[in-house]
């Protein structure tokens, strides 16, 4: 493998982590400014079906108006939806090398073991970092005070330490990278 290939791999992968620690915070800072526009109310009317289903299992997810609730599910439910995303895609393309390749691919995806299990790990601790968020945020939801949430949610994307953190990602992200160049 190339090294620019290393070098696109660890770049792609360092966004998604970002996309998945900011990306709940970002689109529900999006929401309040779109939501007062009538084609935005529509989607959310698609959506309540959805909304209905999920709220039987949290009664404080009743309570909420569409736009909070709105809110809450973008930072909830983005890290995590991110996260079932990859592992649908790693069990896929373990199938499809499986079921292609048979078993003689076996020794080769036993190789990029660890580099999955790194960027696993990686992308799993930018979803737990977006949780912190959440939890730090959605009190302001469930309090209906918008502009304090918009101000949090904004602090919450400059924090250092969450930045910080995602040096650590990166460093790992970086790794991974290498391992899977020396992998193939």
């Keep these: 493998m190339p090294i620019e290939t290393m070098i696109l791999i660890f770049l792609s992968n360092s966004f998604l982590a970002t996309l998945i620690c900011y990306g709940g915070v970002l689109f529900s800072l999006a929401e ?11 989607f959310d009317k698609v959506f309540d079906p959805f909304y209905d289903f999920l709220s039987r299992f949290s009664k404080k997810i009743r309570k909420l108006k569409p736009m909070y609730r709105s809110c809450y599910f973008s930072l909830f439910y983005f890290p995590l939806g991110c996260i079932f995303l990859f592992f649908f895609l790693i069990s896929s393309f373990f199938s499809i090398f499986l079921n ?16 999955v299990l790194l960027e696993t790990f990686c992308f799993s601790f930018s979803a737990f970092q977006a ?3 959440k939890n730090r945020l959605e009190k302001y939801l469930f309090e209906k005070k918008l502009v304090k949430f918009k101000k949090e949610a904004r ?3 400059k ?3 969450i930045k910080e953190k995602l040096l650590v990602v990166y460093t ?6 290498f391992v899977e160049k020396i992998g193939f």
């Design 155 to 157: 602090k919450a994307l």
């Design 172 to 177: 790992l992200l970086l790794i991974s990278a």
């Design 131 to 133: 949780l912190k968020i």
């Design 100 to 115: 292609i390749l048979g078993f003689s691919v076996f020794p080769r995806l036993i190789k990029l073991f660890p580099h």
């Design 32 to 42: 309040t400014k779109v939501y007062p526009f009538s084609f935005y109310r529509f």
């Design 159 to 161: 924090d250092r330490s």
